[in-house]
């Protein structure tokens, strides 16, 4: 009985803590960026779908599901500049094969001229914005994979 118990909880609280995430524990801290990157206001998206897509989510909610909040952070370097895009649910993100559509067309992964990638896990949606070989995507990447695993 004790172990049920314990087992019991102890899945509790693995579960508990990716449905207990909020848009600010994603979102990179100070420390947590890489040198040589800096805060920027306002959106720098590589290509203007992800942007839009921010900035008129509403627009899609019949098709993705209703947003309870949204943030972006951007970032720049001298080599490289970009931002995140952070999206949190009413419920269950549903929009995959609309948003692979909208941010890559008809070829249905990043390329070159459309490298945007995103995560969908839950009632979150992330989208990076960066070229590919951009170290704050990857230390971004690390961290939502983390905490969202």
Known sequence: MKITIALSVLFLSFTTTMFS???ADLKLKNKEIPKGYTFND????VTPQA?????????????????KSKQIQSFKNKADSGSIMYFEFE?????????QGLLWGKDG???D????????KGKFLIIWSFHPDSKIKEKSEAKIEALLQ
């Open 21 to 23: 995430q909020t848009l």
């Open 42 to 45: 306002g959106n720098i998206c």
């Open 51 to 67: 942007c839009n897509f921010y900035t008129d989510i509403e627009t899609y909610s019949n098709i993705v599901g209703i947003v």
């Open 91 to 99: 419920h269950t993100f549903k929009g995959d094969r609309f948003l």
């Open 109 to 111: 992964q990043p390329t």
């Open 113 to 120: 001229e459309r490298p945007e990638e995103y995560l969908a």
